[in-house]
């Protein structure tokens, strides 16, 4: 079973930039289609970014086109989600999941989660 590890979430000011990672210790996380979400106080989780296990993209959430961006590194076994000109609206715990599945499809159950990383956003 996947163990998803996210981590580098932490305060930034607006305009700023962040790396998050999602990690994985014991299975190759290539074999896997792995999307970002985000879920802020009081809303539903949002949907942002999708990497396919042969390598697709595609971004869910209109809100993020042209500011994050989704890769991975097989030698790392992680995938990770490039955050840039951060706004206080993207302030939210951002989590990782991941199926065994070769396509991105929003609609997918997701059956492993990481533990989330806080990404703050304030001046």
């Known amino acids: 079973q996947l163990q998803l590890v996210e981590s580098g979430g932490g305060l930034v000011q607006p305009e700023g930039s962040l790396k998050l990672s999602c990690s994985e210790s014991n299975f190759p996380l290539d074999d896997y289609t792995v999307s970002w979400f985000r879920q802020a106080p009081g809303k539903e989780r949002e949907g942002l970014l999708c990497i396919s296990s042969i390598g697709g993209t595609k971004v869910y959430s209109d809100s993020v086109q042209g500011r994050f961006s989704i890769s991975r590194d097989t030698a790392k076994n992680t995938v990770y989600l490039q955050l840039n000109s951060l706004k206080p609206e993207d302030t939210a715990i951002y989590y990782c999941?991941?199926?065994?599945?070769?396509?991105?499809?929003?609609?997918?159950?997701?059956?492993?989660w990481g533990q989330g990383t806080q990404v703050t956003v304030s001046s």
């Open positions: 999941a991941a199926v065994w599945m070769n396509t991105c499809n929003y609609d997918s159950t997701w059956p492993y």
